[in-house]
């Protein structure tokens, strides 16, 4: 069931003008709106990231359906999207949420660290991993991610660590532009779907730092892709579900071809893997 909105904490920077609101259930959740700037498809885009994600074992901003009504939207009428002089209100209904690391009052959420704690970082390595997802996936975008001060075994269950140890650790978030975004195809290219610092990817030496994640994909369970769909709110769909069905299937035939992709990574002027000397596959 979706959580209710029950209080708008703030509005939140980038395209899609998401906003910050906390529900009945008193998590608090990143919400994207179904008549966002960026289009309805957004939506649907964040939703199979997360689920997809969460398979691979990469930390990501868990994804969640938010019921907005027409009393929240009463109480607060700032809750709208800014269309040049025009000012929106979203639509009651559903619409994306992805769930926010913990009360924003009293954990802080960085967009950016220095060089030194980004060395430190739990589970720095998930970004290779994430860049063979988004090739995959055909993240149009720059890779976005946020880091925060936690228990390393909330979002790194398979870290070898302490129980209780504290560190900080990185969690992917804005899929919105895989599947090209709106545009539901896949543009490839080398540029795209990279952190925008190539530092964490220096660690790679060969096929096995891609390892398990790109096993996972090559093989990734149609399964999965198939729950997803299931709880998708059909709301969100407005007639495209053949078009859908027929980017999934594309999605899939795509799996065994996502090493060809990261070695065009290696090869490109970009090459952000300047510790690997042959990326043959």
């Known amino acids: 069931m979706p959580a209710t909105a029950r209080r708008l904490v703030r509005k939140m920077r980038g395209g899609a003008q998401a906003h910050l609101i906390e529900a009945d259930d008193g998590r608090f959740y990143v919400v994207k709106f179904r008549n966002n700037p960026q289009g309805r498809r957004i939506l649907i885009n964040e939703w199979f990231g997360g689920f997809m994600l969460r398979y691979l074992g990469i930390a990501c901003a868990e994804p969640a359906i938010v019921d907005i009504g027409r009393e929240f939207l009463r109480d607060y009428p700032e809750t709208a999207i800014q269309l040049g002089r025009q000012t929106i209100p979203p639509e009651p209904g559903w619409h994306f949420g992805s769930v926010y690391p913990g009360h924003p009052d009293r954990v802080a959420v960085y967009d950016f660290i220095p060089d030194a704690l980004l060395a430190k970082v739990e589970n720095l390595h998930e970004f290779i991993g994430m860049l063979a997802f988004d090739k995959w996936t055909g993240n149009a975008d720059a890779r976005q991610s946020v880091f925060v001060r936690a228990r390393v075994r909330d979002y790194a269950p398979e870290a070898t660590t302490h129980p209780l140890r504290v560190g900080f650790v990185s969690i992917m978030i804005d899929h919105g532009y895989i599947f090209n975004g709106p545009h539901w195809d896949f543009m490839d290219s080398a540029a795209t779907g990279m952190y925008f610092r190539p530092g ?24 999965v892709v198939d729950d997803a769909l299931r709880q998708l709110p059909p709301a969100w769909l407005n007639g495209d579900a053949d078009l859908l069905l027929r980017l999934l299937e594309r999605l899939m035939e795509r799996r065994k071809r996502v090493p060809d992709m990261i070695a065009g990574c290696f090869r490109s002027h970009l090459n952000p893997f300047p510790h690997w000397l042959d990326a043959a596959v």
């Open 200 to 223: 964490v990817y220096h660690s790679v030496r060969g096929w096995e730092t891609f390892q398990p994640w790109l096993d996972r994909i090559v093989a990734f369970p149609e399964e």
